[in-house]
């Protein structure tokens, strides 16, 4: 709809009429008000989108889509797609944008039925492609751009680990950098899992030294179009994370809750 809404603007700047014109333009507002309320959360693997993301959405009543588990749980289920995905995830490779979008425009359909408008996407975008693509499903109001010095997010990748009788996520990095010249002291210990948890954690095959820092080569490499995308439409928050949640999540609230959207929001 927002390729409508940007065709039918471009028109609009070279014709005046009220005729047809006028009315197709009206319809691409409309489609343009029901279109979704897309806020999208990006940042390295380690930097903790998955965190904040289910929290912000939790205090901003939205729906958290997390890219990753839709995919993890589209590779369980045995479907062909799911077998497809699995078998370049292995490889360490980053899936291809169909696939990707395939998942999640289903997702977000489904949601849609059920009433919810407004989501925050974790994980997704990974590149201008995919922003792009994105558009046409929904209104991205907010693109949270999350970093964490390199160091701490391979520490921080190295902990995650999952329990695999209840399926939760859990990080047992405990990092602790004393601060230098240039640089504040770092203290994020982790949370600890409840013990019912703790016989059951295990690390994830791809989440070894190697593979993590592949990974974030391949991450910073797809990123900057993708913020580029972003700060051209004005919608581009950088936030940097400098210590642990307690801290961090009350100064990240604050910050969303003084962007111009929620402050238009809030008087109307
Ligand atoms: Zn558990």
């Known amino acids: 709809m927002a390729g409508v809404l940007r065709t039918a603007c471009r028109a609009a700047a070279a014709f005046t009429s009220r005729g047809a014109f006028a009315q197709q333009l009206r319809q691409a507002f409309t489609s343009a008000v029901e279109a979704p309320t897309v806020w999208v959360f990006l940042g390295p693997p380690g930097v903790g989108k998955g965190t904040y993301s289910v929290r912000v959405a939790k205090a901003f009543g939205m729906d958290h889509i997390a890219a990753g588990d839709l995919v993890r749980a589209e590779m369980k289920s045995g479907s062909q797609l799911g077998a497809e995905m699995k078998s370049i995830v292995d490889t360490g490779a980053l899936l291809p944008d169909a696939l990707i979008l395939k998942v999640m425009r ?21 590149t201008a492609e995919q922003a792009d693509a994105l558009e046409e499903i929904g209104n991205v109001q907010l693109a949270l751009n999350l970093s964490l010095r390199q160091e701490i997010l391979v520490e921080k990748c190295m902990g995650r680990r999952i329990c695999k009788k209840c399926g939760s996520n859990y990080n047992i990095a405990d990092i602790y950098l004393p601060a230098t010249a240039d640089q504040p002291e770092i203290v994020m210990p982790p949370l600890d899992p409840p013990t019912a948890c703790l016989p ?25 179009p993708v913020e580029e995308f972003y700060a051209a439409r004005g919608t581009l928050v950088d936030f940097e994370i400098t210590g642990g949640i307690p801290e961090t999540l009350p ?3 604050e910050v969303l809750k003084g962007l111009p959207s929620q402050q238009e929001a809030a008087v109307a």
Request: glycine share 4%; hydrophobic share 35%; no cysteine.
């Open 200 to 224: 059951h954690l295990e690390q994830r095959s791809d989440d070894n030294e190697p593979t993590i820092r592949r990974r974030l080569e391949v991450y910073h490499a797809a990123a900057r």
């Open 251 to 253: 100064r990240l609230l």
């Open 106 to 126: 289903e997702r977000m359909r489904l949601s849609s039925s059920r009433g919810i408008t407004s989501f925050l996407l974790d994980g997704f975008p990974r």
